[in-house]
């Protein structure tokens, strides 16, 4: 806390309750190499994948097992189940989504949470990340068309994903990781296809996307945050902002906006809150004043 009974962010906590403990991380991806450093040097908590259970069969993202429930609901069964197979009361899973951007709608937009359970305290945590995305796709009528395709999508780096004709065809070739494996890949689903076409995608599992990656680990550090932001009356982890207050003041007239002037800490554990200003920044861009830009 400091003078103001604020709490302060961005620094691990320096006596953390998952200090030296075990955490349960259900991937076949990776992502244990990502998230699990940082959790570890924010709280202090061992990182360990749980083996035994094949995550695509909670959905996959080339749509040949679709997702059951929201992005969230899926990472809460997974780092269950983690737990389950580890024996640990500790777990935490990641889940990302795509789409398009929510600004102006054009780009290609990742969102990635990373879930922890706390089945001690009885807690949830959430850490949060969103970005651009490389998640493009093509139908290509050529292979002068795959080959431009794959260039701009910084393969081999990225991964690609092919099948014939269009992007519901359960033929798919997936984790093609090089330019032979891709021009075997690409003939064989133009000799499938009636009109010699080629869906081709980006590869959107965890290991074969650095876009991404960069994406889950933003999500880790702000779920590293959280853990490290104990409550000041009962200590538990999570504080954080649970509700906004508007009313930020416009830079050009002055007015109130619906951009916050306040957050609200809140205790997941004894519901203790603490109101705290926004200071950065001190007034709102006139774009987002209703009088200014109406």
Known sequence: MNAN??????????????????????????????????????????????????????????????????????????????MQLAGLPLGLASEGSFGLDPYAGMFPWNVEF???????LGLEVVGMAQGRANSRQVLAASWEDAEGFARAVHFPEHYLVVR?????????????????????????AASQSPHGRVFIEVDLRAYANPTRLVTIRLAAVDLGRRLASLCPVCRAPGFWAVESIAGLPCQACGRPTREPRALIDGCLKCGHRVTRACHDPVCADPARCDFCNP
């Open 5 to 82: 009974g604020h709490a302060v962010r961005h620094a691990p906590a320096a006596k953390s309750l998952y200090r030296g403990q075990r955490a349960a991380f259900l991937t076949q991806h990776g992502k244990e190499r990502i998230v699990g450093p940082v959790l570890e040097g924010f709280v202090g908590c061992q990182v360990e994948r749980a083996m035994g259970y094949d995550t695509d069969r909670l959905g996959t993202f080339t749509r040949d097992i679709p997702r059951a429930g929201t992005q969230i609901e899926a990472a809460r069964q997974k780092a269950r189940i983690g």
């Open 114 to 120: 990373v879930v922890f359970l706390d089945d001690l």
């Open 164 to 188: 014939p004709d269009h992007e519901g065809d359960p033929r798919i070739g997936k984790g093609i990781a090089d330019w032979p494996a891709f021009r075997a890949a690409y003939d064989k």
